[in-house]
């Protein structure tokens, strides 16, 4: 076959480090977001859903072919991270957390989970990101230990 083609749907999470609130203001959440979608333009990963609260992350994206996930993730990372410490003095610290999660997403699940991620501060009204995150490791079926999970 003379070509390559995928098409593969990833849900990423990750927290600050420590699930430090710094991402407090709206404005904040805003700019970072749309700091993420650039970011994921840039690596050739098309965003599908980006959200913020104010300590973790939601992104759907499709997976490029050509980054491995851990070096996708990392970009992003870096990248959002060095931002984040120019737009405030109090977040010269700012740092994610050292791991995350990405979950694969069926095409027939998009819009579900594009309202997932839209509904982040309404959900976190109910569930800790803790308790959300050991929950969508549950739900694909990831074994972990809590010992490991969290920085």
């Known amino acids: 076959m003379p070509q390559s083609h995928a098409h593969l749907l990833a ?10 609130r710094l991402l407090s203001t709206p404005a904040l959440r805003s700019g970072m977001n749309a700091y993420l ?3 994921l333009r840039g690596l ?4 599908v859903e980006v959200n913020c609260v104010e300590d973790h992350v939601h992104i759907m994206c499709l997976q490029s072919r050509n980054l491995s996930p851990k070096k996708m993730v990392g970009d ?18 700012f740092y994610w957390q050292g791991g995350y999660g990405m979950f694969s997403v069926s095409q027939s699940k998009v819009s579900a989970v594009r309202r997932y991620i839209d509904n982040q501060e309404k959900h976190h009204r ?26």
């Open 11 to 20: 849900h990423i999470v990750f927290s600050t480090k420590n699930r430090q």
């Open 37 to 39: 979608v650039g970011t």
């Open 44 to 47: 050739k990963c098309p965003p």
């Open 76 to 93: 992003i990372k870096t990248a959002s991270s060095k931002w984040a410490k120019r737009q405030a003095p109090g977040l010269k610290s």
């Open 126 to 151: 109910k569930i800790s990101f803790k308790d959300e995150f050991r929950e969508l490791l549950r739900r694909h079926n990831i074994k972990f230990d809590e010992r490991y999970v969290w920085d």
